[in-house]
């Protein structure tokens, strides 16, 4: 607000209670953006136990080795007294976000073990901002606090565990038994730049930011949690890269991982409106050098059939990845399984089982008249629901407005009928794994009453003229809708005639749509030249009964 003049006590108040409702909307807003960091951090976790278990599975592989080369024992050692300096860094990180969840969590803070463990997801003050930075000693924008277990501290371990890698590679360098090629010496010290904190020194408010403000500062828990993930996975990363470039060195890994790729899978590529997409986020590492004689990719045969020497259906190889394609011929879900056949470094082999599945649809096209969506009261009405990649026997139909009634009749097919006219909305919905999901907003259609009936002559429509001969055959009234393609059953509840039979007009009456003989007899009687004149009921399948009156010419 803006004006000159003193501004009076209640304009105070107002002004001030202005800036509270602008806080309380900032902080619901922030608490939807929080939603991002549990996504993240769900996907660091997989990305960091992935890791873990490349890791240990490298590791057995580099030990298995030893046996039959007597170089690769210093590389080896070396590498485990990598693992161990990381290793009481990341246990120092896991102590850490423990002790910080503890303080935060009110249901964490007796016990730190089940504080590190809890998921994110399910904590009640993952917006918190202020207890994070004080339990890190940076709660204030200043020089962080010393101290155990504050942000300070965790720097100086970073940094002292960067410090002696590098010392642990020069060194390595220098002997002739753990000597490494240029290329990798160099590209392995860089790695481990990616675990050394440096200050960001951006300027905010005047306060210059150090590393510890960057990742921790006046930070919610879900992003000082995530980070403390951040920085495990990175550990993981440099562990990673140390036994792949250590047990290169001795020159008994086959395998060099060279391509860690960011993947996402998804359990369907193919989502209706109205469904969420779900997909899992994570960091796949993976060698290009991968041949046939090094990895088979096999389809139909499990771990066991495959040590037995089945060959299943190999999967060709690019790039140290598998390209797998099938046709698609069969409608509805499709599963395939196999196995992953990897020779270790020792010449045996090591079996990885997988399976996967797809849904096929049906090829088609649906067609829609936006200005023909209409029911008809009165009548039953057709309707095939269908939605994309849900099988017809997982997808149900409800409608509201006009009296409507649905039935049900299988594989996608219902009926609807109508007890009144107006407009009604239709909504379809389908069975997930997460339950009934809506396949999209209600659709609107019209509900017309049935269309006025018409008098049939024989086969025809209310002519105006027969022929006498014609009229001679005629032995019952029929009655229908003209140009109407919904199936409707309308039947003549009672009739007169009046013809001219002999110069004179003779009247007949009846009911049901069977003429009398008197009737008949007026028709084949009719003079050629006169009218013959015919007044009807006609009741419809919605019982609504309607008058109409013909009147036919006789002619030769």
């Known amino acids: 607000m803006a004006g000159g003049g003193k501004e009076t006590p209640r304009q105070k108040m107002i002004g001030m209670m202005y800036l509270v409702l602008t806080a309380l909307l900032a902080m619901n807003v922030s608490?939807?953006?929080?939603?991002?960091?549990?996504?993240?951090?769900?996907?660091?976790?997989?990305?960091?136990?992935?890791?873990?278990?490349?890791?240990?599975?490298?590791?057995?592989?580099?030990?298995?080795?030893?046996?039959?080369?007597?170089?690769?024992?210093?590389?080896?050692?070396?590498?485990?007294?990598?693992?161990?300096?990381?290793?009481?860094?990341?246990?120092?990180?896991?102590?850490?976000?423990?002790?910080?969840?503890?303080?935060?969590?009110?249901?964490?803070?007796?016990?730190?073990?089940?504080?590190?463990?809890?998921?994110?997801?399910?904590?009640?003050?993952?917006?918190?901002?202020?207890?994070?930075?004080?339990?890190?000693?940076?709660?204030?924008?200043?020089?962080?606090?010393?101290?155990?277990?504050?942000?300070?501290?965790?720097?100086?371990?970073?940094?002292?565990?960067h410090d002696k890698l590098i010392s642990l590679v020069d060194g390595m360098q220098k002997d002739p038994k753990t000597k490494f090629l240029d290329d990798d010496f160099q590209g392995i010290k860089k790695k481990f730049l990616s675990i050394k904190p440096?200050?960001?020194?951006?300027?905010?408010?005047?306060?210059?930011?150090?590393?510890?403000?960057?990742?921790?500062?006046?930070?919610?828990?879900?992003?000082?949690?995530?980070?403390?993930?951040?920085?495990?996975?990175?550990?993981?990363?440099?562990?990673?890269?140390?036994?792949?470039?250590?047990?290169?060195?001795?020159?008994?890994?086959?395998?060099?991982?060279?391509?860690i790729k960011a993947r996402v899978v998804a359990p369907s590529s193919y989502i209706a409106a109205g469904q969420p997409y779900e997909a899992d986020i994570f960091l796949a590492a993976s060698s290009s050098k991968l041949a046939a004689g090094d990895m088979e990719i096999l389809i139909g045969v499990d771990s066991a059939a495959a040590a037995a020497g089945a060959k299943g259906t190999p999967v060709p190889l690019q790039g140290g990845e598998g390209k797998y394609t099938a046709n698609t011929g069969g409608e509805g879900d499709q599963e395939y399984k196999g196995v992953i056949k990897y020779k270790n470094p020792d010449g045996t082999f090591k079996y990885y089982p997988f399976t996967g599945a797809y849904k096929v649809a049906k090829s088609g096209a649906s067609v829609s008249a936006d200005q023909m969506n209409v029911f008809y009261a009165g009548v039953p009405n057709p309707v095939t629901a269908a939605a994309a990649g849900i099988s017809p026997a997982d997808i149900s139909v409800s409608a509201t407005g006009a009296g409507v009634k649905v039935a049900g009749k299988g594989n996608g097919k219902y009926e609807f009928t109508f007890s009144g006219t107006g407009e009604c909305m239709v909504s379809v919905s389908a069975k997930t794994k997460d339950g009934v999901k809506s396949q999209g907003p209600p659709i609107k259609f019209r509900v017309k009453p049935l269309p006025k009936p018409e008098l049939k002559i024989g086969p025809k429509f209310a002519p105006q003229d027969m022929k006498k001969n014609d009229l001679a055959m005629v032995s019952g009234l029929g009655a229908g809708a003209n140009g109407f393609d919904f199936q409707a059953n309308f039947v003549v509840v009672t009739w007169e005639i009046l013809g001219k039979v002999k110069g004179k007009i003779t009247p007949a009456q009846g009911s049901g749509p069977m003429l009398s003989e008197e009737a008949k007899g007026i028709i084949k009687g009719a003079e050629v030249g006169s009218k013959i004149y015919i007044d009807a009921k006609i009741k419809g399948p919605d019982g609504k009964v309607n008058s109409t009156t013909v009147a036919i010419k006789v002619t030769k």
Not at 143 to 157: D, F, S, V
Not at 234 to 259: T, W
């Open 198 to 259: 440096t200050d960001s020194k951006r300027v905010e408010d005047g306060v210059e930011f150090n590393w510890e403000m960057d990742n921790f500062y006046h930070l919610p828990l879900a992003a000082v949690y995530t980070n403390l993930n951040k920085f495990q996975t990175d550990l993981k990363n440099v562990e990673a890269e140390i036994l792949q470039v250590f047990s290169g060195a001795s020159g008994k890994l086959a395998i060099k991982f060279d391509a």
């Open 31 to 161: 608490k939807q953006i929080l939603q991002g960091y549990l996504s993240v951090n769900e996907s660091l976790v997989k990305s960091k136990q992935n890791l873990s278990d490349n890791n240990t599975r490298v590791t057995k592989a580099f030990e298995a080795s030893l046996g039959g080369n007597a170089a690769a024992k210093p590389y080896y050692e070396k590498a485990l007294e990598a693992q161990k300096m990381i290793g009481e860094i990341d246990k120092y990180i896991s102590e850490l976000r423990a002790k910080i969840v503890a303080h935060t969590e009110p249901s964490a803070l007796e016990n730190e073990k089940i504080a590190d463990t809890m998921n994110l997801r399910n904590m009640e003050k993952m917006d918190d901002y202020d207890v994070p930075s004080h339990v890190l000693g940076i709660s204030e924008p200043k020089e962080p606090e010393k101290g155990p277990y504050t942000a300070y501290e965790l720097r100086q371990k970073l940094t002292t565990l």
